[in-house]
């Protein structure tokens, strides 16, 4: 079942101790930022913004950031074997290593979390340069994962102090009409669910406003649970994904063994017109996961009527689902690295808050197929 708890969200909370303007940035540690950074710019549209590194006065680690309306990411890599992130990239592969979240007050926001138990990654750290100051501190979240606070209301250079700006001969592609994240989704161990929405619930001030249970997400292999934690103004979400028994291995129990650990299963990046975007995307060497024809031959009974017509979603493999609210338009991409960890959602959404439940048995079954071509299953 799918439980509404869902209640009227307030954009003005005055009990909520951690009041967070949205996502800042993510964070990837990767084996090659620079061959990354190209593959984010060429095809996914993001621009360069800004660089540190050697040149900078950063001795051990390159970082490039990129940026795509209100979507920021920063990619970074080692330079020696022994840094702390090459030992981060060896086990876990290319994976998000930050979630930012921009906050008014990065020192009261690690007071507040580390009060209520959250582990302190970062104490709080002013930083400052030529454009400004910045206050970045940090707490630790599942795996390997953190989220830094990032006050940045007296700072105006291109990314954070000790960056440049990026200036890249290269001609950048066009944007494909990314806007910005939508929700991150973290796959944790097994029955390590509740552990996570605790945390969320008493460390950050989130609220649990949908559940899905292993009767709403299995088909006949791919079981998972899921509780979607919110901010009290909405504009962060972040579901938890744990393991569920199935006939066989579940796909989040393939990202715990690749990703050696709980971690980041998805991004979702929201735009405006997904017809455009995912086209965009697909010209550009993005690849998608597909369902089969079948899924649209009943989809209008299914969903009712929607603004988009019918044969471009099909052709571009977009899914449907509606809710109370509204409906939702989604796709998935493929895992955007070799081992099957990390992949993208890219959403539309047109008054549904809800997350496509409607959609999960065609996709695990997409899913599924792509675990049965690489073993997993
Ligand atoms: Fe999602």
Request: no cysteine.
């Given at each position: 079942m799918e439980t509404l708890t869902r209640s009227t969200q307030h954009p003005?909370?005055?009990?909520?101790f951690l009041p967070l303007q949205g996502t800042d940035y993510i964070e990837f540690y990767v084996g090659n930022a620079k061959q990354a950074a190209h593959f984010y710019k060429t095809a996914f549209g993001f621009q360069s913004l800004a660089y540190a590194g050697p040149e900078t006065g950063v001795k051990n680690k390159v970082s490039y950031v990129i940026r795509q309306n209100k979507l920021t990411f920063v990619l970074t890599t080692p330079l020696r074997a022994d840094h702390e992130i090459s030992t981060h990239v060896h086990k876990h592969g290319d994976g998000v290593k930050v979630l930012a979240l921009r906050v008014d007050d990065a020192t009261d926001a690690w007071e507040q979390t580390t009060k209520r138990g959250a582990k302190s990654y970062m104490k709080p750290t002013e930083m400052s340069d030529e454009f400004g100051k910045a206050v970045v501190s940090g707490i630790c979240t599942y795996g390997e994962t953190v989220h830094l606070f990032i006050e940045r209301k007296d700072y105006n250079g291109p990314f954070l102090p000790g960056f440049r700006k990026w200036e890249t001969p290269y001609y950048n592609p066009a944007e494909t009409g990314l806007q910005y994240v939508d929700h991150c989704v973290g796959n944790v161990g097994w029955n390590q669910m509740n552990k996570w929405v605790q945390f969320y619930e008493d460390v950050m001030g989130f609220r649990n406003i949908l559940s899905f249970d292993d009767n709403d997400i299995s088909t006949e292999y791919s079981a998972l649970m899921s509780k979607v934690m919110s901010n009290g103004n909405g504009y962060v979400k972040f579901p938890i994904n744990e393991p569920a028994e199935g006939k066989k291995k579940s796909q989040v129990e393939e990202y715990l063994d690749f990703y050696d650990g709980e971690g980041v299963q998805h991004v979702a990046l929201a735009t405006n017109n997904i017809v455009e975007t995912v086209t965009a995307l697909r010209s550009r060497g993005v690849d998608f996961l597909t369902v089969p024809g079948s899924y649209y031959e009943d989809l209008l009974s299914r969903v009712g009527k929607i603004d988009e017509d019918l044969k471009p979603l099909q052709e571009l493999g977009i899914l449907v689902d509606r809710d109370d609210e509204g409906y939702l338009l989604q796709i998935f991409t493929k895992p955007v690295e070799d081992r099957p960890t990390l992949f993208f959602e890219i959403i539309q959404r047109k008054g549904a808050k809800s997350f496509g439940k409607g959609n999960f048995k065609a996709l695990f079954e997409a899913i599924e197929r792509e675990q049965e071509a690489r073993g997993n299953l």
């Open positions: 003005i909370n005055n009990t909520d």
